[in-house]
Structure formats: structure tokens, C-alpha cells
């Protein structure tokens, strides 16, 4: 089992900058790889970005260039560094764990506003 906490959501404008931590427990040597994804009222969850143990990352057309995602394997934490906000990246924003046996494991979820 993995358990994941986010923290980091919140309101700002247009423009700023928002920085989103999850922490991962448990059998944290399973994991492959984490990420961010995200779903707005009415849609469905999207990929935002993933990056795997080895570093590789894959992102979103949408937030290429402003989102990048990092990751400290000493602290078993990924960030997503939220540049540029639009208030069309408002939505719950998820954090997600893949084991090496393909088990998807989310967190909670933290709420990101973006005002116009």
C-alpha cells in the first residue's frame, strides 16, 4: 500500500504562482513512477504531469513550459511548480502513485483557484 498527502493548493491570480508537494508512505520502493493530474467541475480527470524514479517526465500540452514537476527521492516527495496560472488551470488536483505491478494509488485531492 502507498499513501499519498498534497498540500500547496489554494486562490491566486492570474499570473502568479503555486507550488503543489505530495509526500509518499508505505511501500514506497513499488513505486515507478508519480505524478499530477487533474479534474475540473464538469470534466474528466486529466494527466498534468508524471515523472518516473529515473527522472523522466512527461507533461500535458497545456502546461508545457510552465508546470515543471520534480521529484526528491530522499524524501519520497514530487512537486509541481505552477508558473503562470490561468484561471482555466482551476480544478482538484490530484496526486498519483504507479507501482512496478501497475496499482494506481491517488491522494486526497487539494483545490487550486485561479482568479481572472
Known amino acids: 500500500q502507498v499513501q499519498l498527502v498534497e498540500s500547496g493548493g489554494g486562490l491566486v491570480q492570474a499570473g502568479g504562482s503555486l507550488r503543489l508537494s505530495c509526500a509518499a508512505s508505505g511501500s514506497i520502493f513499488s513505486i515507478n513512477a508519480m505524478g499530477w493530474y487533474r479534474q475540473a467541475p464538469g470534466k474528466q480527470r486529466e494527466l498534468v504531469a508524471t515523472?518516473?524514479?529515473?527522472?523522466?517526465?512527461n507533461y500535458a500540452d497545456s502546461v508545457k513550459g510552465r508546470f515543471p514537476i520534480s521529484r526528491d527521492n530522499d524524501k519520497n516527495t514530487v512537486y509541481l511548480q505552477m508558473n503562470s496560472l490561468k484561471p482555466e488551470d482551476t480544478a482538484v488536483y490530484y496526486c498519483?502513485?504507479?507501482?512496478?505491478?501497475?496499482?494506481?494509488?491517488w491522494g486526497q485531492g487539494t483545490q487550486v483557484t485561479v482568479s481572472s
Open positions: 498519483n502513485a504507479l507501482t512496478r505491478a501497475l496499482h494506481n494509488y
Open positions: 515523472i518516473t524514479s529515473g527522472g523522466r517526465t
